[in-house]
């Protein structure tokens, strides 16, 4: 498949507007104490259901291996961001769940990066809309 120059720039540009945030994000989240893979586990924990996770769904959804998510919950834990629960179904698996200092911490960043993204809404929309040429060449 040979792309189009559109196509490389809607690349460019997706790719330019992702390092954008992950900058602001990265500086926002040290700012509060907190590394953006911290910050990212508490993303996921907050929107698994119930609102605690297995560890090891925790290390699927963050593309990391088990130990490395089991070091990660360890200083959640140390920080005073999330607690290990034992799960009822079965008392061996380890969930964890965001304490309330972890709950206000997320709202905090989380409140703080919303409107950054959305800065950025017209570069990705932009990106994405000569993207989908990729996909859909005669819809584009």
């Known amino acids: 498949m ?3 120059q559109d196509q490389f720039e809607g690349l460019a ?7 954008r945030f992950l900058a602001f994000s990265e500086v926002a989240t040290l700012a509060a104490g907190v590394t953006s893979q911290q910050y990212q586990a508490m993303l996921v924990i907050k929107t698994h259901p119930e609102g605690r996770i297995p560890i090891k769904d925790l ?3 963050l593309l990391i291996k088990h130990n490395g998510a089991v070091q990660l919950v360890d200083r959640l834990v ?4 999330a607690v290990r629960l034992s799960a009822p179904s079965d008392r061996r ?3 964890v769940a965001l304490t309330s200092g972890g709950e206000a911490m997320l709202a905090e960043l989380a409140a703080a990066q919303v409107p ?3 800065k950025h809404e017209t570069l990705l929309a ?3 809309r000569r993207l989908r040429r ?3 060449p005669k819809a584009g």
């Open 13 to 19: 540009g997706f790719r330019l507007a992702l390092r």
């Open 78 to 81: 140390s920080a005073g961001m």
């Open 59 to 61: 290390a699927d959804q």
């Open 2 to 4: 040979s792309l189009a």
């Open 116 to 118: 950054e993204l959305l």
């Open 93 to 95: 698996s380890v969930l």
């Open 134 to 136: 990729i996909a859909f």
């Open 126 to 128: 932009d990106s994405l």
